[in-house]
């Protein structure tokens, strides 16, 4: 379903992203790892078309996400860390205003919006403004906005940072209901949430892919967390800093 072939992206003479590829089968949530500055939000926006390659490409159902940005954007929902909500707009207005966008046939934005405002748990608040909302639920709002065309992928860039924990356990279990119905991409800082949710692990460092394996085969002797801070101490720029950069489980 998604196809991401040694891409590459520089900022001028910095090499964000060094040729990064992995694919992900339909129905799978990849959980994609890596310390602050590794490259995950570059390369998160890269495979959503926000953001163009130096060099490699993206194929998501087929489609290069250069070529094709039309045919890939109907097939696609992103979340990135900070929701695109308006805050001065209600909540179904809001997401009226994205199936717009989205060209969302008009024969099914009713459907889609009742299902999306259901899928995200958001029937209680559906009539207030998005800026009185908490920051739980203005990350719901951003993630009905993300499914409301029913793509076949997911794009999630840190999808629970700064929530409270009964917050962060809802999310995770929308995530796991809505890998039901699509092929999930899940950026996140949280080791546990990957080895919970995910099928999958790509840990990215320095911009580069440096482990890419199925959970069940990753942590059949060490813990995720013990994978990952062995990955990141064996360069020697890494900083005291960069391993407190992952935090645990929160109660």
């Known amino acids: 379903m998604i196809k991401v072939d040694q891409l590459v992206k520089h900022y001028g003479p910095h090499r964000a992203v060094q040729g990064v590829s992995f694919e992900v089968a339909k129905g799978e949530i990849l959980g994609f790892l890596g310390p602050n500055g590794a490259g995950k939000t570059t390369t998160m926006r890269m495979i959503t078309g926000v953001l163009p390659p130096t060099s490699g490409s993206v194929h998501i159902d087929g489609f290069d996400v250069s070529q094709n ?67 739980g639920f203005r990350q719901r709002v951003g993630l009905a906005g993300a499914i409301i065309n029913k793509p076949q992928v997911l794009i999630l860039d840190e999808p629970t940072v700064g929530l409270d924990p009964k917050q962060i356990r809802e999310i995770r279990k929308m995530i796991q209901e809505l890998s039901e119905e699509h092929t999930i991409i899940l950026s996140t800082h949280i080791l546990p949430e990957v080895s919970m949710i995910c099928d999958r692990a790509t840990i990215i460092h320095g911009g580069k ?43």
């Not at 199936?99 to 009539?127: F, Y």
């Not at 813990?223 to 992952?246: G, M, N, P, R």
């Open 69 to 135: 940005p039309l045919e890939v954007k109907q097939r696609i929902g992103y979340l990135p860390e900070t929701p695109p909500v308006y805050l001065d707009f209600k909540v179904k207005g809001y997401l009226k205003l994205v199936m717009q966008l989205k060209k969302v046939p008009s024969s099914l934005r009713t459907p889609n919006l009742d299902w999306a405002i259901e899928k995200c748990g958001l029937q209680d608040v559906a009539h207030k403004l998005i800026g009185n909302l908490s920051k």
């Open 209 to 251: 892919v440096v482990l890419d394996q199925r959970i069940k085969d990753m942590t059949k002797d060490r813990t995720l967390e013990e994978i990952f801070i062995d990955i990141i101490s064996k360069d020697q720029t890494a900083s005291a800093e960069d391993l407190k950069a992952t935090p645990k489980e929160e109660n």
